[in-house]
């Protein structure tokens, strides 16, 4: 099953991004308006600047243009100062000057053709435009063109200011609206993130029950949940209801197939035990290879169900402590020594007789072919699988007879007692359970067994 993003993670992200978008539009919406309430404010300040330079402008007797007032900026007095005025007459298609504020000391407002075009043909409308200033400085300026009352004469005025400081305002201001939005930014995402894990919480309380019921902590979800949820958790309590009736029936049918079995396979070792004829003798080998084969399938065929039901947890300790000591028994004449190392808190996850079947057959195997000692090690491997290992120091193996030894019924040697099966059973076993077995030379001498097989889980808190 593919792994994708989780919910929360997407959630998460799509929130984020949304919320960045809305932030940065605020951003720039509220820089742009500040920046045109700025120029607003600025165009607003020239144009009464040059509306009261066309009321004060007046012509004497010789011809000459006065002011009967001055503008009352002091900024206008100081030279180059950035805030400046100028009166321009049109002769013969071209502006000449006439008066000036004393901001522009001896220099003077370049006006384009184009500029002065447009305001003479739109008379008395504000022209704005940015251009440089006396001192190479930008300036934004505001003209208008009057024609005087009972004069032919157009007036070109102009009232320009630096716009740096203006800029300078915008540019604070955009700081401060990107400081105060990032900082509002950062505490919305930790609210979404927050809000995210509450609302998603009932799923990782249902995620630990389900994980629960598999590693055998409980036998059903059993937590209160939100009525989104509800249903899913009575479907999974179904669900596990109608695993448990399965398998409770398969181990049924196992038992009544195993007695149907036996009982006819029974009969007939013991008539062809009556008779010394050769078709007796065939009859009993064959029967006796029956109950061999049933018995075997039989118990893969149990084994293979209960692997598959949820919940089963064996420690692993105490089965090992168990099979060892009932070896020692067994093989008291060959007086084998038998070392067992088990992990602490080591659990099988699977049933304690399929536990007790692969270790009996591995430690069983190692008692027969050793010369006098068993090592038996239990650990934690990689993800969360037990590796059994069972070393002994007898003749071993070569590769083909590895092999050879997991086929089933193969025997390497008739002389000595059991049905060939023992390896066989436990490859079978593992394989039920998802696990592997592995032969390899032992550093004792013999043979090594490493045998594969799922740990469970410890419960953890939610």
Same mark, same amino acid.
């Given at each position: 099953?593919?792994?994708?993003?989780?919910?929360?993670? @997407?959630?998460?992200?799509?929130?984020?991004?949304?919320?960045?978008?809305?932030?940065?539009?605020?951003?720039?919406?509220?820089?742009?308006?500040?920046?045109?309430?700025?120029?607003?404010?600025?165009?607003? @300040?020239?144009?009464?600047?040059?509306?009261?330079?066309?009321?004060?402008?007046?012509?004497?007797?010789?011809?000459?243009?006065?002011?009967?007032?001055?503008?009352? $900026?002091?900024?206008?007095?100081?030279?180059?100062?950035?805030?400046?005025?100028?009166?321009?007459?049109?002769?013969?298609?071209?502006?000449?000057? %006439? &008066?000036?504020?004393?901001?522009?000391?001896?220099?003077?407002?370049?006006?384009?053709?184009?500029?002065?075009?447009?305001?003479?043909?739109?008379?008395?409308?504000?022209?704005?435009?940015?251009?440089?200033?006396?001192?190479?400085?930008?300036?934004?300026?505001?003209?208008?063109?009057?024609?005087?009352?009972?004069?032919?004469?157009?007036?070109?005025?102009?009232?320009?200011?630096? @716009?740096?400081?203006? $800029?300078?305002?915008?540019?604070?201001?955009?700081?401060?609206?990107?400081?105060?939005?990032?900082?509002?930014? %950062?505490?919305?995402?930790?609210?979404?993130?927050?809000?995210?894990?509450?609302? &998603?919480?009932?799923?990782?309380?249902? #995620?630990?029950?389900?994980?629960?019921?598999?590693?055998?902590?409980?036998?059903?979800?059993?937590?209160?949940?939100?009525?989104?949820?509800?249903?899913?958790?009575? *479907?999974?309590?179904?669900?596990?209801?109608?695993?448990? *009736?399965?398998?409770?029936?398969?181990?049924?049918?196992?038992?009544?197939?195993?007695?149907?079995?036996?009982?006819?396979?029974?009969?007939?070792?013991?008539?062809?035990?009556?008779?010394?004829?050769?078709?007796?003798?065939?009859?009993? @080998?064959?029967?006796?290879?029956?109950?061999?084969?049933?018995?075997?399938?039989?118990?893969?065929?149990?084994?293979?169900?209960?692997?598959?039901?949820?919940?089963?947890?064996?420690?692993?300790?105490?089965?090992?402590?168990?099979? +060892?000591?009932?070896?020692?028994?067994?093989?008291?004449?060959?007086?084998?020594?038998?070392?067992?190392? %088990?992990?602490?808190?080591? %659990?099988?996850?699977?049933?304690?007789? $399929?536990?007790?079947?692969?270790?009996?057959?591995?430690? #069983?195997?190692? +008692?027969?072919?050793?010369?006098?000692?068993?090592?038996?090690?239990?650990?934690?491997?990689?993800?969360?699988?037990?590796?059994?290992?069972?070393?002994?120091?007898?003749?071993?193996?070569?590769?083909?007879?590895?092999?050879?030894?997991?086929?089933?019924?193969?025997?390497?040697?008739?002389?000595?007692?059991?049905?060939?099966?023992?390896?066989?059973?436990?490859?079978?076993?593992?394989? =039920?359970?998802?696990?592997?077995?592995?032969?390899?030379?032992?550093?004792?001498?013999? &043979?090594?067994?490493?045998?594969?097989?799922?740990? =469970?889980?410890?419960?953890?808190?939610?």
């Amino acid at each position: 099953m593919k792994n994708n993003a989780s919910i929360a993670r @997407r959630l998460t992200l799509g929130a984020g991004l949304w919320s960045a978008a809305l932030l940065v539009a605020g951003a720039l919406i509220l820089t742009t308006q500040y920046r045109q309430a700025v120029h607003r404010v600025a165009d607003e @300040r020239f144009s009464a600047v040059v509306d009261s330079l066309a009321v004060y402008a007046e012509t004497g007797e010789d011809g000459t243009m006065f002011l009967t007032r001055i503008p009352g $900026d002091p900024r206008f007095e100081r030279a180059f100062s950035g805030h400046y005025w100028q009166i321009a007459k049109i002769v013969d298609g071209s502006p000449r000057i %006439v &008066l000036r504020s004393d901001s522009l000391f001896d220099a003077e407002l370049e006006l384009n053709e184009q500029l002065l075009l447009d305001a003479n043909v739109n008379r008395g409308q504000a022209i704005k435009q940015s251009m440089p200033g006396p001192l190479d400085e930008p300036m934004r300026t505001l003209t208008k063109a009057f024609q005087l009352p009972d004069q032919a004469t157009v007036l070109i005025i102009t009232a320009a200011a630096d @716009r740096r400081p203006g $800029d300078q305002e915008i540019s604070r201001f955009r700081l401060a609206v990107v400081g105060v939005l990032g900082m509002f930014g %950062v505490g919305l995402l930790l609210g979404i993130f927050f809000q995210i894990r509450y609302g &998603l919480k009932p799923l990782y309380q249902m #995620e630990q029950e389900v994980a629960d019921v598999r590693e055998g902590y409980s036998e059903e979800i059993k937590g209160s949940y939100p009525k989104e949820l509800l249903a899913l958790a009575t *479907e999974l309590n179904t669900l596990l209801r109608h695993n448990k *009736e399965i398998v409770a029936r398969a181990r049924t049918h196992v038992g009544n197939l195993a007695h149907a079995l036996k009982t006819p396979i029974s009969v007939i070792l013991n008539e062809s035990a009556g008779s010394s004829s050769k078709f007796s003798k065939i009859v009993q @080998r064959q029967a006796s290879s029956m109950a061999t084969q049933v018995d075997h399938h039989l118990r893969r065929a149990s084994a293979a169900t209960r692997a598959q039901a949820l919940g089963a947890r064996t420690p692993v300790e105490t089965s090992v402590t168990d099979i +060892c000591r009932t070896m020692k028994r067994l093989f008291s004449t060959k007086n084998i020594e038998i070392q067992s190392s %088990v992990s602490n808190d080591l %659990v099988f996850r699977g049933e304690k007789q $399929d536990l007790d079947e692969l270790l009996g057959n591995l430690l #069983e195997n190692a +008692c027969k072919w050793t010369k006098s000692r068993v090592v038996v090690t239990a650990r934690l491997g990689d993800n969360q699988r037990i590796e059994i290992i069972v070393d002994d120091d007898g003749r071993g193996l070569n590769k083909q007879e590895r092999g050879m030894v997991i086929k089933r019924g193969e025997r390497l040697d008739e002389a000595t007692p059991g049905s060939g099966l023992g390896l066989s059973i436990v490859n079978d076993l593992a394989g =039920a359970y998802g696990g592997k077995l592995k032969l390899e030379k032992s550093p004792l001498g013999g &043979l090594r067994v490493k045998l594969d097989i799922p740990a =469970a889980g410890r419960r953890s808190a939610i």
